[in-house]
């Protein structure tokens, strides 16, 4: 995955189409009452901030699994969107999924295969 419109010593042999994913989350009651009480002082709130990067992460994983299943082996111009629905938090992950070649010389792309990637970096603490 990209956010560059295309991947430097590949060359796009075809478009598949967009591909995304979405999740919709909420803050269990203790979460929320805690960055409550951290939003009157200013600052990060750590709650908010692991939702993000939990959301981020799924989204993620979701986008590429759709494109995996589509038979790309990579996504280029991949942004994320987020927003929200009352107290709900939206996040959304899109690209265009694409299959991809090395041009002469570039090491070879490696097959789409759909394992699981490593679990999202924690964020920092504050």
Same mark, same amino acid.
Do not use: H, K
């Given at each position: ?35 409550g009480f951290r939003a ?47 107290s709900f938090s939206e ?14 010389? *570039?090491? @070879? %792309?490696? #097959?789409? !295969? $759909? *394992?699981? @990637? %490593?679990? #999202?970096? !924690? $964020?920092?603490?504050?």
């Amino acid at each position: 995955m990209v956010t560059t419109n295309d991947v430097p010593g590949y060359r796009v042999t075809q478009v598949l189409g967009e591909v995304m994913g979405l999740t919709v989350r909420s803050t269990n009651f203790g979460q929320g009452f805690t960055a409550g009480f951290r939003a009157l002082g200013g600052g990060e709130i750590p709650e908010f901030t692991q939702l993000m990067y939990e959301s981020r992460y799924e989204v993620m994983n979701r986008m590429w699994a759709e494109a995996v299943q589509r038979g790309a082996n990579a996504v280029i111009a991949m942004r994320f969107d987020s927003g929200s629905l009352g107290s709900f938090s939206e996040m959304c992950a899109y690209g265009t999924a694409v299959v991809i070649q090395p041009v002469d010389g *570039a090491m @070879p %792309a490696q #097959p789409a !295969a $759909p *394992a699981q @990637p %490593a679990a #999202p970096p !924690a $964020p920092p603490v504050a």
